[in-house]
């Protein structure tokens, strides 16, 4: 065994107990029954899986879908132009701007989250400041809502959307740019035929980063959709934490990480075929 190979196990290690490990075991809780009191029955049965396509749950399944796609495109509308901008930034500039992206990352996810409760509450910073300018006359039910975990979402999913985007527009050879201006394309042209197709694995990075936290996330839609948003990572935590059911939680997780994984093949595969431009 050569040194490269030594230095590897710890990390191979570290994969197999702490990844391959505790998948195996919840694929396992996944394809098994459950006693009365929740323990494990080491019988083969496919009914977690059934009982995850009852109209019930599926609700659930089309909510967390429609929320993570709203957040997900709300991240990418602001966050494109966010990223184009700090790539056409001087340097110092983009530095500043790029720190000021990752700071709030610094702060405990769950105190932002509480943050926002304070200023979508009745008395919260935002009503207040609209019954200030006579733009209403009472305080409106922002907090609790669909629109405040979409908001949520999109206030810690954000940097995740802009720096794949920048990072990847920051690269792009200007002699392409130039080559198209030369050509006789106008500033649109030239974004939508050379600067958008090229940037697009930074796009499906983005895209990825966002999705999948908004569509598994329990947090926030416990927070600032009080308890009246069930979300996916809502049901598994519940299955887990108050039902008891593991097997049942085990297979909506089994379930989502399929999704995921066709998701993330989905985008990596057309994503690299011509810059990005083999998805459509």
Not at 91 to 111: A, D, G, R, V
Not at 198 to 215: D, N, R
Request: hydrophobic share 55%.
């Amino acid at each position: 065994m050569n040194k490269k190979n030594i230095l590897a196990v710890p990390y191979v290690l570290w994969a197999i107990l702490f990844t391959i490990v505790p998948l195996f075991i919840v694929l396992l809780y996944s394809f098994t029954k459950r006693d009365a009191f929740g323990g494990m029955i080491f019988s083969l049965t496919f009914e977690n899986y059934k009982m995850f396509f009852e109209p019930i749950y599926l609700n659930v399944l089309w909510r967390s879908l429609r929320l993570s796609l709203y957040s997900t495109i709300a991240c990418f509308v602001v966050g494109y132009p966010m990223a184009y901008i700090i790539s056409k930034s001087d340097i110092k500039k983009q530095s500043l701007m790029i720190m000021l992206f990752i700071l709030p990352l610094w702060t405990n996810f769950l105190l932002r989250t509480y943050a926002w409760m304070v200023v979508l509450r009745e008395q919260g910073a935002l009503n207040e400041l609209l019954l200030l300018l006579g733009i209403i006359d009472e305080p409106l039910q922002l907090l609790y809502t669909n629109g405040a975990v979409i908001m949520g979402m999109v206030y810690n999913f954000l940097p995740f959307m802009v720096l794949p985007i920048y990072s990847v527009l920051s690269k792009i050879d200007k002699s392409l740019l130039e080559a198209a201006q030369d050509l006789g394309a106008n500033s649109f042209s030239t974004f939508i035929k050379v600067i958008f197709p090229l940037s697009f694995p930074g796009v499906a990075s983005g895209v990825l980063m966002v999705f999948m936290p908004a569509i598994s996330t329990f947090v926030i839609s416990d927070l600032l959709g009080g308890g009246q948003t069930i979300l996916l990572g809502n049901l598994i935590q519940n299955q887990f934490m108050m039902a008891r059911n593991w097997q049942f939680g085990s297979a909506i997780s089994m379930i989502m990480m399929v999704m995921i994984v066709l998701s993330m093949g989905y985008l990596t595969k057309h994503s690299s075929k011509e810059g990005g431009t083999g998805l459509w």
